[in-house]
T-cell receptor, first 114, second 115 residues
């Protein structure tokens, strides 16, 4: 167990809908990262937050947004869902924000858009 | 931005043989290179990492080598066992100038160890 908690484990929804994925980092970790894993795309970096502020942005769609709350948990919001958004979404956390931080991954949320 | 290429995409070895997975990166400012193992349906788990001030690091049957001049690094698994079967991802730090912890991952190598 990495100490990173993600809920829900599975999510099934329809196209056009909006969902929220939740992540609680390891105790003491201030950075949260979101990754998308599709079968043909590997692990794609979406966004990083550090202590409530956006730190880095990857190839995150405009339909997607995220935030990190004062208690350090993070939420990834996916809206106007499309079939292609079906993927495994991972959250990871690290102690701080800079280069060389060890990232620890949660168990992921499997999103299926039908 | 950083780009990480990983080869091979699949690798099949006999139990007891060695396995080698290679990665190249594009950003010369990258200085942290972890390897993750992902079993089917599970989360990626950090198995070993290396920083740019070190050329090689070993942990039991696993070793990683880094060639900063050539911008490539490799994972070596010796005496492979069936439980080593998994997908292995290499990664590198990105955007050295902005100093974030984000990792850019290779496409993954599916390792199959045949008993």
């Amino acid at each position: 167990d990495s100490g990173v908690t993600q809920t829900p484990k599975h999510l099934i929804t329809a196209t056009g809908q909006r969902v929220t994925l939740r992540c609680s980092p390891r105790s003491g970790d201030l950075s949260v990262y979101w990754y998308q894993q599709s079968l043909d795309q590997g692990l794609q970096f979406l966004i990083q937050y550090y202590n409530g502020e956006e730190r880095a942005k990857g190839n995150i769609l405009e339909r997607f947004s995220a935030q990190q709350f004062p208690d350090l948990h993070s939420e990834l919001n996916l809206s106007s869902l499309e079939l292609g958004d079906s993927a495994l979404y991972f959250c990871a956390s690290s102690v701080s924000w800079g280069i060389g931080e060890k990232l620890f991954f949660g168990s992921g949320t499997q999103l299926s858009v039908l | 931005g950083e780009n990480v290429e990983q080869h091979p995409s699949t690798l099949s070895v006999q139990e007891g043989d060695s396995a080698v997975i290679k990665c190249t990166y594009s950003d010369s400012a990258s200085n942290y290179f972890p390897w993750y193992k992902q079993e089917l349906g599970k989360r990626p788990q950090l198995i070993i990492d290396i920083r740019s001030n070190v050329g090689e690091k070993k942990d039991q049957r696993i070793a990683v080598t880094l060639n900063k001049t050539a911008k490539h690094f490799s994972l070596h698994i010796t005496e492979t066992q069936p439980e080593d079967s998994a997908v292995y991802f290499c990664a590198a730090t990105s955007d050295g100038s902005s100093n974030t912890g984000k990792l850019i991952f290779g496409q993954g190598t599916t390792l199959q160890v045949k008993p």
